[in-house]
């Protein structure tokens, strides 16, 4: 059974009381709060085992079974086929921008890449920038303007045996619009194109699965999904290993260390098993979540059956959410805002205010201790799209499973409020 407040019981960031109130995190989109575990992960993986890779000694030795068993927890999460296939980097903006430099070799003039006018910048301008560098051509998918959706026949009507990548998201991170990527890595794979997708802002809100998807390289970020901050790059075996790898000389040539360039963070990639853990023991604890699943065993299942149930949950507060705003006109909605439609959809918000501007209305609730982005949040081109940018984009009300039906109440009761001041 899915328990909200226990769950919120393991984050100390939630205990939290400013002037009185308890603050109401909105701003997960950018960022979520981290469990207490996977605090105590990073503290003692610094306290009991910090040391580099490779080394002969005890301390190297703990570590790399420590970072070894990350590799595997992320495999798990992804349902990747081989720990080898997870790359750790920087963040997901770095690892993409290093992925392109790669394939960038293998574009050649004529050729076309694929990209959204949905995505967040860091899955458009690394592939515009390794189109240009080869000389390749940069091809839209447009967006459906009432509802944030992909335009489908925008992607069908430029795919053809030129193009050589689709980047798309699996989820915006401003409109929540859920895409349906698996469509569109077969229909790629047809003309011999590959495809990655950007899962950072799905990746906390539902399971994942790179098998049943058919993509090529998917990338998310551990802070995303209550973990520290760490990139996550996911690529086909076949691809890693055939792709020219930007590196120093003495580095493996081996998978994963190919593709991971200098020392990484290695208390924050304990972190990032440590939050994998975090979401399998809610599967652990939500049986009723694994039959669609059963193809899978041990923490791969738990931890699907764990976002399964999160999935559920956030439909329910999303809806609640949706259906409050729709009865206050002042506010428009960005993105599907019919409640029949919470499957296509991530609890992520995004609204402007009839008079005041998106940074006056968050600087507001944010007086009253609730958090939300204000802007484009990086996803200029949906922004730009629906004549937003100058005016300052919107304002995202992100939830995540451990927010609550009262907290949900809390913030339209403020929007109310700010309206009557």
Not at 151 to 156: E, G, V
Not at 214 to 220: I, K, Q, Y
């Amino acid at each position: 059974m899915f328990e909200v407040a226990s769950l919120r019981r393991q984050f100390p960031a939630l205990q939290q009381s400013h002037d009185g109130r308890t603050p109401i995190f909105l701003d997960g989109p950018a960022g979520t709060q981290a469990p207490q575990q996977v605090i105590d992960a990073m503290v003692r993986y610094l306290t009991r085992c910090n040391a580099n890779h490779g080394g002969v000694f005890r301390t190297s030795v703990e570590s790399d079974a420590i970072l070894d068993d990350a590799h595997q927890a992320v495999a798990d999460f992804l349902h990747a086929p081989y720990a080898e296939e997870i790359i750790f980097g920087g963040n997901m903006t770095t690892l993409t921008f290093h992925l392109s430099r790669s394939i960038a070799k293998r574009l050649q003039p004529g050729d076309e890449v694929m990209v959204t006018r949905l995505d967040h910048d860091a899955n458009v301008s690394p592939w515009m920038l390794a189109a240009r560098d080869a000389g390749a051509t940069v091809r839209w998918i447009d967006v459906n303007p009432e509802d944030g959706t992909l335009d489908f026949d925008s992607f069908r009507r430029q795919l053809n045996s030129k193009t050589r990548l689709v980047a798309v998201g699996l989820a915006s991170n401003v409109l929540g619009t859920i895409n349906d990527v698996t469509t569109i890595a077969r229909e790629a794979k047809a003309v011999g194109a590959w495809t990655f997708v950007d899962a950072v802002h799905f990746a906390p809100h539902g399971p994942i699965d790179v098998q049943a998807i058919g993509c090529d390289f998917l990338a998310c970020s551990a802070y995303k999904f209550f973990g520290p901050h760490v990139g996550i790059l996911w690529g086909r075996r076949a691809l890693l290993e055939g792709l020219p790898a930007y590196k120093v000389r003495p580095s493996p040539k081996e998978l994963p260390g190919r593709w991971m360039t200098g020392t990484q963070n290695h208390e924050g990639i304990a972190g990032t098993a440590a939050a994998v853990e975090y979401l399998a023991e809610i599967g652990r604890a939500c049986p009723e979540y694994r039959d669609p699943f059963s193809r899978m065993h041990g923490r791969a299942l738990d931890v699907h059956a764990g976002m399964a149930g999160i999935q559920e949950y956030e439909r329910g507060i999303g809806g609640r959410l949706l259906q409050g705003l729709a009865e206050r006109p002042r506010f428009r909605i960005w993105g599907i805002r019919d409640v029949s439609r919470l499957a296509e959809r991530v609890p992520t918000i995004s609204i402007t205010d009839c008079s005041l501007t998106p940074r006056q209305l968050a600087e507001r609730l944010a007086a009253r201790e609730i958090y939300a982005w204000n802007g484009n949040n990086y996803a200029l081109e949906i922004s730009e799209r629906l004549g937003l940018e100058p005016h300052g984009g919107f304002v995202r009300l992100g939830l995540v499973h451990t927010n609550t039906a009262d907290e949900v109440d809390r913030l339209l009761q403020t929007l109310d409020e700010i309206v009557a001041d």
